[in-house]
């Protein structure tokens, strides 16, 4: 109570002495848990960033309620134990109001219970595997589950090349890749497209020839990967160095510049869905991507676009709260307000969806938001028109 009068006294000093930027009252933390290290740092550093910009946004507009969202961000090097030690410092060392992250569902699933069983809201940017808000009614995101976009995706893309069979291959030992694998199999049942053979690979592998080889042999008409942008980058490049042509149908790991650095050009026809566009000429999104560069002297990503509508949805939540002083009400105040939000932000519409409930157990909530089809061409993704 000391520290807020202090807090008040010198933010009237400062107005009085004429500085321009808004006096904050209290703080609110928020706490980011994302791997900022590592294989993930490429969505995860993308993730802060998105992070980043919109609460300084927030903050420059008044902050919510007149209180300042303070970003405590952690690095959990999209590891499980490390994503549990982030958990941890973020909720009881803290006293983080909520937290978003971690980068990968493979993470998610180990540390999302911490956050449900603390009674914190944990709120995925880039968790899109099956399952993620099942774990308990704390759990949201705004990420989009792969089980929405790939129907989408295939459907576009066997169109698109007029495709009569594909080959597959996937990492059977990451939650995300195995959860994408799941979708695109029943997927392809579904949408009477036979796949010619399945490979699998394991991560950290960096040598791909064997299984292409295999699909190689089988003489498909385009190759369904299920994998995180670096393996997929290397799978590419391998599959044109065995002088195979055919293009690539990928989830929501594709979904990074990562992708063309490694495979530049060689990753051209590749076609993925994503709630995100670039060329989304919405105010929003124009406003968005202008301010990234400004800030970051870099483009944005999806995963900067879905972290930066998220924290615009968390504010726009926390303006329909009054904060008490008091955490553990608080938090579940927070966790009451989020449902009901809706927001038109750089990735378009969006929504909640209460997620399905199996057994009668208590669940969270998940993006209800249209997948755009996107190809890359000249090295970038374009919609897929
Ligand atoms: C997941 C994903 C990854 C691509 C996140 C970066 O979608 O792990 O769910």
Redesign the pocket.
Known sequence: MLLNQLVKTLSALVVSVGIASPVLAAEVKIGAAE?LTGP?AK??VAIKNGLTLAADEINAKGGVNGDKLVLIAEDEQGKKEEAINVFKKLIFQDKALMIFGP??????FAADPIANAAKVVVF?T????DG?TAMGPFTFRN?VM?ADVLPVTVRAAVKHFSLKKVAVIYGND???TK??YDVFKNTLEAQKTPVTTTETYAKGDVDFKAQLTKIKATNPDAIVCSC??EEAANIILQTRSLGMKQPFIG???L??PKLFEIAKDSGDNTVMGSPWSAENAAPANKAFIAAYKAKFNADPDQ?AAQAYDAMHIVAEALGKVKLSGNLEKDRQALRDALPAVKWDGATGKFSFRRATSKDGKEVGYDAQQDAIVNIAKGGKFTLLK
């Not at 980068?103 to 998610?108: D, I, K, M, R």
């Not at 880039?126 to 595997?129: G, I, K, Q, W």
């Open positions: 791997a993930a969505y995860g980068t990968l569902s493979n993470s998610a995925g880039s968790n899109t595997a993620i990420s792969e990451d939650a995300f959860s994408g995180l942008a989830g929501n790991g979904n990074s995963f």
